[in-house]
């Protein structure tokens, strides 16, 4: 039972590029949540989605940061002209249902702005 | 949200139980608690949670006090792969379907040999 997937695990663009992060839930699994760590801080909360929904986005930047959950495929989170302050481990997490069902997390994208 | 409180580090001998506090007195009736830890560079890994019964798993126990302002996370036998920063959340109904988990600063366990 594979756990939640995120790629790439690694991502280098330069200033002003656009990231685009991958997030695969584990199998059955229809709520996601990404979370950022900035270099020695703590992981903060960004979106909730649910399949084609945005349900909570109250912690993300409220500039160039988008999230989707589309019906198919994988979870996206799109950072568009990239400044070196996003530099940071993005994970992504999922769960069964809302409420109170545990979050799994994956292993997260690092992302470098050179 | 209710906050926590953890000490920001502790040490534990392999082999013995580590006991890692957190205080949690401004919790409310039917907010959990919930514990991950984060070994470096790895995602946070979920091991238990609890609204007020005490709880075990294959990884861990967790005891609540009856008053549930604080718990305590036991790893029984501990090992040196259980170094990590311990996480001790309370999660807060955010509204709609969302509780949101709300990592603090943990605490660092140390497993020395």
């Given at each position: 039972n594979a756990g939640v997937m995120q790629n790439p695990r690694h991502l280098v663009?330069?200033?002003?590029?656009?990231?685009?992060?991958?997030?695969?839930?584990?199998?059955?699994?229809?709520?996601?949540?990404?979370?950022?760590?900035l270099p020695e801080e703590g992981l903060k909360f960004m979106?909730?989605?649910?399949?084609?929904?945005?349900?909570?986005?109250?912690?993300?930047?409220?500039?160039?940061f988008s999230a989707e959950f589309p019906k198919e495929g994988p979870?996206?989170?799109?950072?568009?002209?990239?400044?070196?302050?996003?530099?940071?481990?993005?994970?992504?997490?999922?769960?069964d249902r809302g409420g109170n069902?545990?979050?799994?997390?994956?292993?997260g994208t690092r992302l470098t702005v050179t | 949200d209710a906050k926590t409180t953890q000490p920001p580090s502790m040490d534990c001998a392999e082999g013995r139980a580590a006991n890692l506090p957190c205080n949690h007195s401004t919790i409310s009736g039917n907010e959990y608690v919930y514990w991950y830890r984060q070994i470096h560079s790895q995602g946070p890994q979920y091991i238990i949670?609890?609204?007020?019964?005490?709880?075990?798993?294959?990884?861990?126990?967790?005891?609540i006090t009856e008053?549930?302002?604080?718990?305590?996370?036991?790893?029984p036998h501990?090992?040196?792969?259980?170094?990590?920063?311990?996480?001790?959340?309370?999660?807060?109904?955010?509204?709609?379907?969302?509780y949101k988990l709300t990592f603090g600063k943990g605490t660092l366990l140390t497993v020395n040999p």
């Open positions: 663009r330069r200033r002003g590029q656009e990231a685009r992060l991958r997030c695969s839930p584990m199998k059955g699994h229809s709520h996601v949540y990404w979370y950022r760590q979106v909730y989605l649910q399949k084609e929904n945005i349900i909570d986005e109250s912690g993300m930047p409220k500039e160039r979870s996206i989170l799109r950072i568009q002209q990239v400044v070196r302050g996003d530099s940071a481990a993005y994970f992504c997490a999922s769960s069902s545990p979050l799994h997390f994956g292993n | 949670h609890g609204l007020k019964n005490n709880e075990t798993n294959e990884m861990a126990s967790l005891i008053d549930r302002k604080s718990s305590t996370l036991i790893l501990a090992t040196l792969r259980d170094t990590a920063v311990y996480y001790c959340i309370v999660r807060a109904y955010s509204g709609g379907s969302n």
